[in-house]
Nanobody, 126 residues
Framework: QVQLVESGGGLVQAGGSLRLSCAASGRNFANYAMGWFRQAPGKEREFVVGVMRSGDTTYADSAKGRFTAARDNAKNTVYLQMNSLRPEDTAVYYC????????????????????WGQGTQVTVSS
């Protein structure tokens, strides 16, 4: 079992940056692929980036060139560095974990994930 806690959200002006963290507790963190998702009011939960067990990442088109994700297995933590933020990035950001045997697998589908954090609010003002 894995418990996840996001932090680092807040208010920022357009063009600014935020760094989100997702701290995991429980055994075998390295056996999970991680995902960052976001959800704005009235909208579906949206894939942002997948972080494979290997540390490789795959980004949604909306995040490419602006966001960078990484994992630190020694700290049981996954990060999301967000630069050049836009008002349309405003959402609750969630991290999620999915067990995989493969080191190179990930999912873009929220239902596939086994564990979720509580979310952290990111608000970008124009």
């Amino acid at each position: 079992q894995v418990q996840l806690v996001e932090s680092g959200g807040g208010l920022v002006q357009a063009g600014g940056s935020l760094r989100l963290s997702c701290a995991a507790s429980g055994r075998n963190f390295a056996n999970y692929a991680m995902g960052w998702f976001r959800q704005a009011p009235g909208k579906e939960r949206e894939f942002v980036v997948g972080v494979m067990r290997s540390g490789d990442t795959t980004y949604a088109d909306s995040a490419k060139g602006r966001f960078t994700a990484a994992r630190d297995n020694a700290k049981n933590t996954v990060y999301l560095q967000m630069n050049s933020l836009r008002p349309e990035d405003t959402a609750v950001y969630y991290c999620a974990a999915k067990f995989y045997i493969s080191t190179s697998a990930y999912s873009r589908i929220p239902h596939d994930y086994d564990f979720w954090g509580q979310g952290t609010q990111v608000t970008v003002s124009s």
